[in-house]
């Protein structure tokens, strides 16, 4: 099984700031990687596929990047209705999710 | 665009079998080449993949879970449902319904989510 590890667990930053998020895959997934969004009471909701792919309806200050086995989101300018909870997924060997990073005020 | 709903019991007792049912709306599940899934989310665990079915009704699921894994699917009622059976306290979750743009994701539509909670 591959194991997807983020870091770091909490991010604290203010509106307008960048954000970074890493995920680290135990081992190869080429670019076999996504991201979701989840805020509370929600489904995850689909940011990007294929590590750098924008999903429909995704704003441009989400980006994704990284293959094989590190891997980034990077939000540029945080909007006050980024501050939520982001999973990675990969799809190379069946498919597992990271354990999440929050991303808060 | 497509939406999915899940519905069925929120309290299961241990050793009993939990169902679901995913009714999706505004698209049909036979279109495209699209495969529904169930996913379940519980602060243990975080995001558990449990299987995924095809309109035609070929299946595949997580092995930790296989054993006790059923899944259907209904196209003339755009519905498709599962089955956990011997469920014990850790089955306890948010049971979400999606779908799947390859064999093992990404998800790019989800149901809102529905809590099952397996207690006497």
């Known amino acids: 099984e591959i194991v997807l590890t983020q870091s770091p667990a909490t991010l604290s930053l203010s509106p307008g700031e960048r954000a970074t998020l890493s995920c680290s895959a135990s081992?190869?997934?080429?670019?076999?990687l996504a991201w979701y969004q989840q805020k509370p009471g929600q489904a995850p909701r689909l940011l990007i596929y294929?590590?750098?792919n924008r999903a429909t309806g995704i704003p441009a200050r989400f980006s994704g990047s990284g293959s094989g086995t590190d891997f980034t989101l990077t939000i540029s300018s945080l909007e006050p209705e980024d501050f939520a909870l982001y999973y990675c997924?990969?799809?190379?060997?069946?498919?597992?999710f990271g354990g999440g990073t929050r991303v808060e005020i | 665009q497509v939406q999915l709903q899940e519905s069925g019991p929120g309290l299961v007792e241990p050793s009993q079998t939990l169902s679901l049912t995913c009714t999706v709306s505004?698209?049909?599940?036979?279109?495209?080449?699209?495969?529904w899934n169930w996913i379940r989310q519980s602060a243990e665990k975080g995001l558990e993949w449990i299987g995924r079915?095809?309109?035609?009704?070929?299946?595949g699921f997580n092995p930790s879970l296989k054993s006790r894994v059923t899944m259907s699917v209904d196209t003339s009622k755009n519905q498709f449902s599962l089955t956990l059976g011997s469920v014990i306290a850790t089955d306890t979750a948010v049971y979400y319904c999606?779908?799947?743009?390859?064999?093992?994701?990404?998800?790019?539509?989800w149901g809102q989510g529905t809590l099952v909670t397996v207690s006497s």
């Open positions: 081992q190869s997934i080429s670019d076999y």
């Open positions: 505004g698209g049909s599940i036979n279109s495209g080449s699209y495969n």
């Open positions: 294929d590590a750098s």
């Open positions: 079915i095809y309109a035609a009704g070929s299946t």
């Open positions: 997924q990969q799809r190379s060997a069946s498919l597992s």
């Open positions: 999606a779908r799947g743009v390859h064999k093992y994701g990404p998800f790019d539509s």
